[in-house]
């Protein structure tokens, strides 16, 4: 089977890529599939940025807002959704163009990740816990014993990290390295990157505006609705930042405006590691965001140079 061609257009939290996204639509009929792993959730459209009811009616869009916040979803089940969605449209005749901003579902619809079965909701609950009450050092070292291998790579703090390899090594039977080390699946995707961004100094001021516009246009209420639905601060869908911060604030933890600045310094750290993430990539073109109709350029040279069948412009 010859390899989907699938433009790409990733880069920091708030810095243009849906703009980017809909200048490509403007030319091509493009299908947008989200890679933001906040994206997914149906409780916090404003929250996370979704796209509007105006930008999704330029184009289809998937796999925004399709799970509840108690549903948590592991890259290799995103990469598997992704990839169905990406056959789907290529073979209606459409493009299918990944937008987003989490690295780990990018690799694993790109590159492939490590064929590990899915964890029972039990099993990663339980590791939750234990991590609350006993702290991650404690965990690290019990991690340190049952797979040394990946346990030196990480950092005796890394909770996610931490977490995620004692639940595979318990509901697989195998350490997380073993997985590692399995051959990754034959691509089925020809990836065409492009970039958008800012230096963080610049990127900053955008961001504290866009949450101040958040709040103005009802982001409290929607994450009041959002406890109503599912109260539980660990449940997957308040993991994501902002989400987190307004459910101290309405839990009496932190005041309006401290809720802002955490936001905000939360918000700027993780658009910190997308860019660093991302800037490893020697594969990427980068743009800014008011380069998006050169960006679009790009990307339908790109297409246009593979020779691409069911790629034809608007």
């Not at 493009?30 to 997914?40: E, F, L, P």
């Not at 998937?62 to 509840?68: A, E």
């Not at 639905?229 to 309006?256: F, K, M, V």
């Amino acid at each position: 089977m010859r390899p989907i061609l699938l433009p790409c257009i990733f880069g920091p939290t708030g810095a243009g890529k849906t703009a980017a996204a809909l200048a490509l639509a403007d030319v091509l009929p493009v299908s947008v599939i989200n890679a933001d792993s906040r994206q997914v959730y149906r409780d916090f459209p404003l929250i996370t940025a979704q796209p509007t009811a105006e930008e999704r009616a330029v184009c289809p869009h998937l796999l925004y807002g399709y799970l509840p916040s108690e549903k948590k979803l592991g890259a290799g089940e995103w990469a598997r959704a992704a990839a169905a969605a990406v056959e789907r449209e290529h073979a209606g005749g459409r493009v299918p163009l990944l937008v987003g901003g989490t690295g780990l579902y990018a690799r694993a619809l790109l590159a492939g990740i490590a064929p590990i079965p899915e964890i029972p909701a039990e099993v990663s609950a339980r590791w939750q816990t234990r991590l609350a009450a006993e702290g991650c050092p404690a965990l690290h070292a019990e991690l340190a014993a049952v797979d040394p291998a990946y346990a030196a790579k990480i950092h005796p703090n890394d909770r996610q990290r931490v977490a995620r390899a004692l639940e595979v090594a318990e509901a697989t039977g195998k350490p997380l390295s073993w997985w590692h080390a399995r051959p990754l699946p034959r691509r089925k995707h020809l990836a065409l990157k492009a970039g958008v961004a800012l230096p963080l100094a610049e990127l900053e001021p955008l961001l504290l505006r866009r949450i101040d516009a958040m709040l103005a246009a009802g982001a409290l209420e929607e994450a009041r609705a959002a406890m109503v639905r599912c109260p539980d601060p660990a449940a997957p869908g308040w993991s994501g930042i902002g989400c987190a911060e307004l459910h101290r604030h309405l839990s009496g933890g932190l005041t309006l405006e401290e809720c802002r600045a955490l936001w905000l310094k939360n918000t700027r750290a993780y658009a910190k590691r997308q860019l660093t993430w991302f800037r490893a990539d020697g594969e990427m073109t980068w743009f800014r965001p008011e380069e998006a109709g050169r960006l679009r350029d790009f990307l339908l040279r790109g297409l246009e140079r593979m020779n691409i069948e069911n790629v034809r412009p608007i």
